[in-house]
């Protein structure tokens, strides 16, 4: 008889992927800028840690807040044995609010609709759990974040059926491409429970349009299912067009309460405030069931109350997340523009994005063939050589070879010029063609940007073109 | 074209799976709509339902205002804020770690070492259980679990993972024999349902009692043989107040062979150090291919890091600990005499225990009847007009009617004066069949076996009733409270 159960023999948890591999080899010899100047530059973990002096500040001005005592008065006890699932009331309250402040309060949140979690990890977990059995399925737009293959499948049983996305509309997602997930699950004979998206997306970068917004609502209303928005990265829009929640497109189309109640968001704290290590996640539903099971589910993974307080407190003050919520976007948007300028600089294009800490990086034209293995191939240079860990699109389940994910903000400005230069490095040494490869892709685009100019004028003049 | 699906939702999400529509809960309720107040609301509910440990937060308050940078984001912490802000390895703080292994250590008198890198952090003791159920078994599979258990154990072990739970029946002297295990392991085989471990609570919930050596040598005999694991659940490792003494089953794989790759440890700092709200639950297991597994598992239940810092701080001031585990022995033991010595003033004996934030108290000559609907009534009442909401033994799975588990660490002394004071009075006035006018008599020292009168006999020897000088090794079994 088998000792351990299928689930703990089995490789769901996903741990053999190539994401974490390159976070294995991150850890044998990681970069640090005076003691090991040569190491692998961490590239591959979305992180945020452009404002830590804020929170830091904050702190230091507000001592009771982490020290166990309001108003001077200790409440250590009172916070020792609050175990109760449905968690704090006054960090609820304050915790909607803060989501509500992101969205510049188009959409309002009611606290007892909101579940904690330990982490997102967890919230989609449970909600997972809530909304299907094992055997049913979840259709996400790929490419997705290589930890759902094991939130949403390892302990559920339920399966992922992707929903196909590609450059040639910046990877939006299509009708035709939803009609054909959903196919592809009835011909695997799964029945489709629901749609998670992430918006902001990981790995894009990009907020999702109104119009993709308003696509979902009509597939989910059509079949019938749920949609999970998954809304961690919410906090990190820095660009326009800016963040639309989904919450808010259901508001616009006046959907009645059906609808409503299909609608799930995930949202947590580790990427908009920079604070994975305190394990706040959370499920907001419009359902009560799904309310009500969430939170009894919750018991398996509850906020620590001495965490729920001192963040409570925090994201109550509204003077400090007003200003922290503009300035962790400006430096956001700071670093973003030094990575992209930095890889445009080695003929590196990056997928036009506004949101997110990281960027979806085209290096498909280092590629020795349009194939997953020139794509692994092309990652372990990068990993080994170049010494930075970024993560292969085919780990995020990326159908066309050659998109990298790499995040910018959890290092210093310094490394991240550094891993430019060495990236630089790497294009203009390595491929030998390379640097004849990328100018004569880059003149060639320009061309063809010229000539696109040209063909508009002259068919607007009526006149036809005479080159392609 | 639409159309609209049934069951939007999953079976365990609209499923009683949780456990919580059961009787239990209703008292909790009556408590939550009523509270005992000693100024503004001296005639409302006690809470003697809830298995707390409030009687060291002045310990732990004093140490945490002596170490201010224990807690990372005060100012004298502060510097170390980001780095644990931005942990989120699964593994947890090596720190923590080494605090939890120690701390373990500490409370099993040195006698054993705990290894940091078999520490698996979990979302409580309920999530760790959860967690062990998930690696070991699949769904359709089974666990023993000797009653009676812990109400949670229901839906930890098997709400979402599809387990099943199998009750191994014990004579009425609450002790568990391998002929128990044996029956029940037997049926499981009858009815084709694979039995993938057998899951222990020592010391006990609800009975207060510990396992003894011989005991558990046979149950790790019992396991081996079978093939199965076994799963102890020693929570309440730091309660014991007195002998006999805990023997933990990390001791005992010292002395006997063993398969260790069948051996785990559910442990947790809810009780012990009656910190629930924080969150720290642990497993740790002999199985590296467990260890491996729960701790990817984890990533659904980590520990604070907030929380694993403060933690690490205190547990690894030596001093503290051990004059912490002293003391808390010390006040568990006097709070434990107080309320037994005033149960049995009136004539209401407890089963003998050395652990536990709670006794398993004996009221079954107050039944009108030998059945669990009578249990469930004497129960109400002792709710709502004596307004102590106690745990009726029926919601522990007990099959014998008439026992109750009552917490007394969750309150003050003024408090369980209190209660006691409405226990008395309503057992005084409750008419009983044989209504000893010298019941008094018998009071006192629940240890001595020889009594003058043939009715305390019934009260104080019920054959489930342990004494010190009984041959019958006690055996314990389950936790309490949500």
């Known amino acids: ?468 | 074209m639409r159309f609209i699906q049934q069951n939007l939702l999953s079976k365990i999400a609209i499923s009683n799976g949780h456990g919580e529509e059961i009787p239990y809960f209703d008292g909790w309720k009556a408590y939550d709509s009523n509270p005992f107040h000693p100024i503004n609301n001296p005639q409302g509910v006690i809470q003697m339902g809830l298995a707390e440990n409030e009687l060291c937060f002045d310990l732990i308050q004093e140490w945490i205002l002596k170490n201010p940078g224990a807690s990372i984001c005060t100012a004298e912490g502060v510097n170390e804020f980001r780095d644990t802000a931005l942990y989120q390895d699964y593994h947890g703080l090596p720190e923590f770690r080494n605090a939890i292994a120690k701390f373990m250590g500490k409370v099993r008198g040195d006698k054993v070492t705990f290894d940091p890198d078999r520490i698996v952090m979990s979302g409580g003791a309920t999530g760790a259980h959860e967690m062990l159920a998930f690696c070991l078994a699949d769904p359709g599979d089974a666990f023993l679990v000797p009653v009676p258990y812990y109400p949670g154990f229901d839906r930890d072990l098997r709400w979402r993972t599809g387990v099943q739970l199998l009750p191994v029946h014990c004579e009425s002297t609450f002790k568990l024999t391998i002929t128990a295990l044996e029956a029940a392991y037997e049926k499981a085989q009858a009815a084709n349902i694979k039995v993938k471990g057998l899951i222990i609570t020592n010391p006990s919930n609800p009975l207060g009692t510990v396992l003894d050596r011989e005991t558990l040598r046979s149950l790790v005999s019992f396991i081996n043989a079978k093939n199965i694991h076994l799963v102890c659940d020693e929570i309440y490792a730091a309660t014991v107040f007195s002998q006999p003494g805990f023997i933990s089953i990390s001791e005992i794989l010292e002395e006997m062979e063993c398969n260790r790759d069948l051996i785990h440890i559910v442990y947790s700092l809810s009780k012990d150090m009656g910190l629930p709200g924080f969150r720290v639950g642990i497993v740790y297991s002999y199985n590296d291919a467990v260890v491996n597994c729960a701790r990817k598992m984890s990533s659904f239940g980590l520990v604070s890091t907030q929380t694993q810092h403060l933690i690490a701080s205190m547990l690894s001031d030596d001093e503290f600990v051990e004059r912490y585990i002293l003391e808390s022995a010390k006040r568990l033991a006097t709070r434990h005499k107080d309320f037994t010595r005033g149960l049995a003033q009136v004539g209401i004996g407890c089963l003998k225990s050395s652990a536990g934030l709670f006794v398993w108290m004996d009221l079954r000559r107050l039944l009108k009847e030998k059945t669990i609907e009578a249990e469930t009534e004497l129960w109400r009442v002792i709710i709502d007009k004596v307004k102590l909401n106690v745990s009726p033994g029926s919601s522990f799975h007990c099959s014998e009617p008439g026992w109750f588990r009552v917490c007394f660490a969750n309150m003050d002394n003024e408090t369980m004066v209190v209660a006691l004071q409405r226990i008395r009075k309503f057992v005084l006035e409750t008419k009983e069949p044989e209504m000893p006018p010298k019941k008094r008599y018998c009071q006192g020292n629940l240890r001595q076996l020889s009594f003058k009168s043939r009715r305390c006999e019934d009260i104080m020897m019920a054959p489930s009733m342990m004494s010190p000088h009984s041959p019958i090794p006690q055996s314990p079994l389950v936790r309490a409270t949500t």
């Not at chain 1, 969205?103 to 909304?131: I, M, Q």
């Open chain 1, 1 to 468: 008889m088998n000792l351990l159960s299928r689930k703990a023999t089995c490789n769901a948890h996903g741990e053999n992927s190539s994401y974490f591999l390159g976070w294995q080899e991150y850890e044998k010899n990681p970069f640090d800028e005076t003691r090991n100047p040569d190491g692998i530059i961490q590239m591959g973990l979305a992180e945020n840690q452009l404002s830590f002096n804020l929170l830091e500040s904050w702190l230091a001005n507000n001592p009771d807040a982490a020290g166990f005592k309001r108003d001077g008065e200790s409440i250590f006890r009172e916070l020792a044995l609050f175990q109760d699932y449905h968690g704090l009331p006054a960090f609820k309250k304050a915790l909607v609010e803060f989501m509500a402040e992101i969205r510049g309060y188009k959409v309002s949140f009611d606290p007892n609709n909101l579940v904690l979690t330990a982490g997102a990890t967890s919230a989609n977990e449970t909600l997972t759990f809530c909304l299907a059995e094992p055997g049913e399925a979840l259709l996400i737009p790929t490419p997705y974040y290589p930890g759902f293959d094991r939130d949403l499948k390892w302990r559920t049983g339920v399966e992922i059926v992707p929903i196909h996305c590609t450059s040639s509309n910046s990877f939006q997602i299509t009708e035709s491409a939803l009609e054909k997930a959903f196919l592809e699950a009835q011909k695997r004979n799964l029945r489709v429970k629901g749609v998670l998206v992430t918006n902001p997306s990981n790995p894009l970068g990009t907020t999702m349009s109104r119009n993709e917004l308003n696509l979902l609502i009509s597939f989910i209303i059509e079949k019938g299912i749920h949609l999970i928005s998954d809304e961690i990265y919410s906090g990190t829009v820095f660009n326009s067009p800016g963040f639309i929640s989904i919450m808010e497109v259901l508001a616009d189309r006046k959907c009645d309460i059906e609808v409503w109640n299909r609608v799930h968001t995930v949202y947590s704290l580790s990427k908009d405030l920079g604070l994975p290590g305190f394990r706040v996640g959370a499920i907001y539903s419009n359902d009560n069931r799904v309310v009500t099971a969430a939170t009894k589910m919750s018991s398996f993974g509850l906020v620590s109350s001495q965490t729920q307080y001192l963040l409570s407190v925090l994201l109550s003050d509204n003077k400090f997340t007003s200003n922290y919520i503009f300035e962790n976007q400006r430096r956001i948007k700071e670093r973003h523009e030094m990575l992209v300028s930095g890889l445009r600089n080695a003929g590196i294009r990056c997928l036009k994005s506004n949101a997110g800490l990281f960027c979806w990086v085209d290096m498909r034209h280092l590629l020795k063939s349009k194939t997953l293995e020139a794509e692994m191939e092309l990652w372990k240079k990068i990993l080994y050589e170049v010494r930075l860990n970024i993560s292969p699109g085919s780990s995020c389940h990326c159908t066309e070879p050659g998109w990298f994910r790499v995040c910018f903000a959890n290092m210093s400005e310094e490394t991240l010029n550094l891993a430019m230069k060495r990236m630089k490095d790497f294009v203009d040494t390595n491929t030998t063609n390379g640097k004849n490869q990328s100018h004569q892709n880059f003149t060639r685009n320009s061309r063809r940007k010229l000539l696109s100019k040209w063909v508009f004028r002259l068919s607007f003049h009526n006149r036809e073109p005479k080159e392609r």
